[in-house]
């Protein structure tokens, strides 16, 4: 079956310009995760949904960025006003979760990712 | 709060030997602990898992990890590397009560693996 997809792959834009990421999760997974990854670093995670809900976004580094998944699918991360400092790769990730607060046990299955660069 | 470190940036081995990733965390109560790859331009894949059990896990591609508790530690290996292996590598933990944070995984910073012909 298909994987996680993310579009677009790459995404060039200026400083204080407005952006979104899409990913389109793997069918029947419940949970999706947005993380972001820096250029020698691993994944640093933003936020997770559990269905349409924000179980916790307590990653989210400030209040110019944004996420939704309104039908419980597919994502939209939104990026207001970009600086420099957040070009970096974008990565969503999808899972089964079990229930809380326990059920964190399957792996998650992650996107390609967009590189995101502000110039 | 939970933590990840992976203390070797990189590490070398000649095809054929054996290899071991290093990887320690922190986390309150019991953990989930991971092991993701990266080859480049492509997305993280995930390689094998602990949940609970036999301390000695087995994955994808020959790889395993070994399990300690008191050592706090999730160490990769395979028995006999091979030149494909060569990649970035990500271990990765959640605490099995974690809240609403329960979803959330926090990665090391990863390590690069080179194994040589």
Known sequence: GAGVSQTPSNKVTEKGKYVELRCDPISGHTALYWYRQSLGQGPEFLIYFQGTGAADDSGLPNDRFFAVRPEGSVSTLKIQRTERGDSAVYLCASSLLGRAPTGGYNEQFFGPGTRLTVL | ?117
């Open chain 2, 1 to 117: 709060a939970q933590s990840v470190a992976q203390p070797e940036d990189q590490v070398n081995v000649a095809e054929g030997n054996p290899l071991t990733v290093k990887c320690t965390y922190s986390v309150s109560g019991n953990p989930y602990l991971f092991w993701y790859v990266q080859y480049p331009n492509r997305g993280l894949q995930f390689l094998l898992k602990y949940i609970t059990g036999d301390n000695l896990v087995k994955g994808s591609y020959g790889f395993e990890a070994e399990f300690n508790k008191s050592q706090t530690s999730f160490h990769l290996k395979k028995p006999s590397a091979l030149v494909s292996d060569s990649a970035l590598y990500f271990c990765a933990v959640r605490p099995h009560a974690g809240g609403t944070s329960y979803g959330k995984l926090t990665f090391g910073q990863g390590t690069i693996l080179t194994v040589h012909p």
